[in-house]
T-cell receptor, first 117, second 113 residues
Framework: ETGVTQTPRHLVMGMTNKKSLKCEQHLGHNAMYWYKQSAKKPLELMFVYNFKEQTENNSVPSRFSPECPNSSHLFLHLHTLQPEDSALYLC????????????????FGPGTRLTVT | QKEVEQNSGPLSVPEGAIASLNCTYSDRGSQSFFWYRQYSGKSPELIMSIYSNGDKEDGRFTAQLNKASQYVSLLIRDSQPSDSATYLCAVLMFSGGYNKLIFGAGTRLAVHP
């Protein structure tokens, strides 16, 4: 496996279900991100993890619960979602060297297309 | 004021023409800028990064940066129908001890034969 992988690629779940999205990066990066992309809306940054520590939570509802057990893996646990949560969920990773940097690149996984019924 | 602004388009150009995509940003201290391409239903793909004023060329793509005017642009020469996608401008922000990208809403490019 190379780059950033995400599973599952497609997920349909009812509002009472509990499911988890998984992301794995094979780039040796130290930072991982969850984004939400709804139809015709810009990318929304949800969570940021640096060295496994959560450094940003962008006012995301508690029905989304992230977990970062190590710097290569990131999960997004989902429970009691709403239909408006249907979107493309993207994971990304980067090597964050701290401070203003000119050597930063962020790579995305293929995404999980989530449909809440 | 949005932090990163792009015209949503669609920008329609004929095959073989130059497509010009523009982006403005609000943080005068920003140092690093990126262009991503996103095909419909796919994830964003990094195609260019630029850090210094001026032009940076990579194949048919040229990124241009003007920090004094706070704008970044992407030129695509000899546009092909396969270039039809949404192009996202992103600016690197350092805040709270870590870096993150601020994305624009994207410009949809349509290249017609």
């Amino acid at each position: 496996e190379t780059g950033v992988t995400q599973t599952p690629r497609h997920l349909v779940m009812g509002m009472t279900n509990k499911k988890s999205l998984k992301c794995e990066q094979h780039l040796g990066h130290n930072a991982m991100y969850w984004y939400k992309q709804s139809a015709k809306k810009p990318l929304e940054l949800m969570f940021v993890y640096n060295f496994k520590e959560q450094t940003e939570n962008n006012s995301v509802p508690s029905r989304f619960s992230p977990e970062c057990p190590n710097s290569s893996h990131l999960f997004l646990h989902l429970h009691t979602l709403q239909p408006e949560d249907s979107a493309l969920y993207l994971c990304a990773s980067s090597q964050d060297r701290g401070g203003l940097t000119r050597n930063y690149e962020q790579y995305f996984g293929p995404g999980t297309r989530l449909t809440v019924t | 004021q949005k932090e990163v602004e792009q015209n949503s388009g669609p920008l329609s150009v004929p095959e073989g023409a130059i497509a010009s995509l523009n982006c403005t940003y609000s943080d005068r201290g920003s140092q690093s800028f990126f262009w991503y391409r996103q095909y419909s239903g796919k994830s964003p793909e990094l195609i260019m990064s630029i850090y210094s004023n001026g032009d940076k060329e990579d194949g048919r793509f040229t990124a241009q940066l003007n920090k004094a005017s706070q704008y970044v642009s992407l030129l695509i020469r000899d546009s092909q129908p396969s270039d039809s996608a949404t192009y996202l401008c992103a600016v690197l922000m350092f805040s709270g001890g870590y870096n993150k990208l601020i994305f624009g809403a994207g410009t949809r490019l349509a290249v017609h034969p």
